[in-house]
């Protein structure tokens, strides 16, 4: 279980986070809400150790891991993929893919990590000698997913997967979103598309101004005539 | 005429083949950290020293000495990284750009060096390092190199394939590489980028001290000549700066072309040429010779 407890976190004089607590149970799976700087990416900042979090701790499956270096935490299964297209344009699809074992290095065979990706994303098989930079905005979402499976995780965390994708192709990703949910990897999904993200999650929580203003579970949620209005439109 | 012309580009290249090692250590910092190195001359200059020290006071042979001083380089530029860099970026508030006085710090870097090697007793003559291979010279035809120039060029070329079959075919390499292409994506999936930068700058260190070693023979060893890295700087811009190929095929340019100013113009004018070059360049073709379009540099 991967617990956010009561953290506040700010960029200088800015707070960005007030108190927030979250909680990820093992194989679960749960999305994060909100407007544009509600501080959902902050939150997964601050779990993957690239923020550093003023108060509160942050545990994982018992262990508090409050203030550890994010390779620590990638160690420990816990594997982000950012916001946007964070990838090494340079390099091949396939090279990309081979940097996610970086922290399995020492085992030798990394080819059934490589068959999980394809057959997630058998496009990525097609393209794998091609430059990252020259993948399509779809691809390369893809990518930087299979890049954080190849690091072998336990808690996947997604930051806006949807943004900048057809309405056709964040279908899609959800459909593989949720099949990586039944095939045991848990999700934290940080998403501004409020419908498609609860129509896969379990459990839902909405961020507003940095504080924790509504959770419950993702039905419930989306039945909620205040969220209605507010997140997923008329 | 023919014949002088022959060998002066020769000579060009085989000294090109030396700047463009000094040349690649620039670029491969300025690539994965965006600072320039003006300590890289004098990484040049503790190179030649080092294999000098390694050669008449702990007596080793050649080879040795070239292992010696490449593994004292890279701790000396990879501490550097950790003792000076490391920290200034770590103090630094958040957005806040530090970039300016890392590079003020490379300055000290290369003041540094220099004073430590005057006040080392052993440097104070001025010395040449005995060349890697003594006997005749070898002729090509009209053109006549020393066996010193062969070695130059073979070395070079060697170390030349060997980075770029490191920076290509290993995991770490290919790391190094993703570091400098974006370091917050390598660093979410667990790869260590403060130590990948600190390799990157032991590795430049290497780079330039086999330089050094290499253009020993041919120069006077002084504490100052690391003066040479001004050629470096030329062959990096003719190349484009974030060329690596560009910047080897610069590194021969330059050598070749401060031969002919030699031969044509005046042996008095050779000093002048890298200067030259890089204003030409940056006047009339700012990306590099072999760049494509001018790059915007990501802020």
């Not at chain 2, 072309?257 to 004018?269: C, D, E, F, P, T």
Request: charged fraction near 15%; charge should be positive.
């Amino acid at each position: 279980m991967l617990e956010v407890q009561t953290i506040s976190a700010s960029y200088g004089s800015v707070r960005a986070l007030e108190a927030v607590s979250l909680q990820v149970d093992a194989g679960g799976i749960v999305c994060l809400l909100g407007a544009n700087g509600a501080g959902k990416s902050t939150t997964l900042n601050c779990i993957s150790g690239v923020v550093p979090s003023a108060r509160g701790r942050i545990r994982c499956d018992g262990r508090d891991i409050t203030g550890w270096a994010i390779e620590r935490i990638v160690a420990l299964g816990i594997v982000q993929v950012p916001e946007g297209r964070e990838l090494f344009p340079a390099l091949s699809v396939e090279e990309n893919l081979v940097l996610g074992t970086w922290l399995h290095r020492r085992q030798r065979n990394h080819g059934p990590e490589f068959e999980r990706v394809y057959e997630y994303f058998p496009r990525l098989k097609e393209r794998r000698k091609q430059a990252a930079g020259f993948l399509s905005g779809g691809e390369q979402q893809m990518l930087m997913i299979g890049r954080a499976l190849m690091a072998r995780p336990k808690y996947l965390l997604l930051d806006e997967p949807s943004l900048g994708l057809s309405p056709l192709l964040v279908q899609q990703l959800f459909e593989i979103i949720a099949r990586m949910h039944r095939d045991g990897i848990a999700i934290l999904l940080v998403e501004q598309n409020a419908k498609v993200a609860l129509s896969v999650s379990e459990y839902g929580y909405i961020l507003e101004n940095g504080e924790v203003r509504l959770h419950g579970r993702a039905k419930a949620l989306s039945e909620d005539p205040e969220v209605h209005a507010a997140y997923l439109g008329a | 005429m023919l014949i002088s012309l022959l060998q002066a580009i020769a000579s060009g290249v085989v000294t090109g083949c030396a700047y463009a090692l000094v040349a690649l250590s620039l670029v491969m910092i300025y690539k994965s950290t965006d600072v320039i190195n003006f300590g890289g001359g004098e990484m040049v200059m503790i190179g030649g020293y080092l294999a000098m020290f390694a050669l008449l006071a702990i007596g080793l042979p050649y080879a040795g000495a070239f292992v010696f001083a490449a593994v004292v380089a890279f701790m000396v530029g990879a501490a550097f990284d950790r003792v000076v860099l490391d920290r200034m970026l770590g103090r630094a508030l958040p957005g806040q750009s530090v970039l300016v006085a890392m590079v003020i710090a490379t300055v000290g870097l290369s003041y540094v060096l220099k004073g430590l090697v005057r006040v080392v007793p052993y440097t104070e003559e001025v010395r040449r390092l005995a060349p890697l291979f003594a006997g005749d010279p070898v002729f090509l035809g009209p053109i006549i190199l020393q066996r010193q120039d062969i070695a130059i060029v073979v070395i070079a070329v060697l170390l030349m394939r060997a980075w770029w079959a490191f920076f290509n075919f290993t995991l770490l390499g290919k790391a190094l590489r993703a570091t400098s292409q974006n370091p917050r994506a390598a660093a979410l999936i667990g790869i260590p980028v403060r130590a990948m930068r600190m390799t990157i700058w032991g590795i430049a260190a290497i780079f330039a001290a086999m330089a050094g070693i290499l253009l020993g023979p041919k120069l006077l060893m002084t504490p100052d000549m690391g003066s040479v890295v001004i050629l470096a700087f030329a062959a990096a811009i003719v190349g484009g700066f974030h060329n690596l190929p560009g910047c080897i095929l610069g590194g021969v340019v330059l050598g070749v072309v401060q031969n002919l100013v030699g031969l044509y113009i005046s042996s008095r004018a050779i000093v002048l040429t890298p200067f030259v070059v890089i204003m030409l360049v940056l006047v009339l073709r700012p990306q590099g010779l072999f760049g494509g379009a001018v790059v915007t540099k990501k802020v």
